[in-house]
């Protein structure tokens, strides 16, 4: 598996009021992975 560093905008999550537990984004990116997406931003 090779790293792609892509520059982009800070939005999504982060824009959010409150804070979203890591295992919650944890079940989130499991779920686009699994979905097919190749590109995620997580922070």
């Known amino acids: 598996m090779a790293l792609k560093l892509i520059e982009c905008p800070r939005d999504a999550w982060q ?12 079940h989130y990116l499991r779920a686009l992975i699994g979905a097919g997406f190749k590109h995620l931003d997580a922070v």
């Open 15 to 26: 824009g959010l009021r409150h804070q979203i537990p890591a295992d919650t984004k944890v």
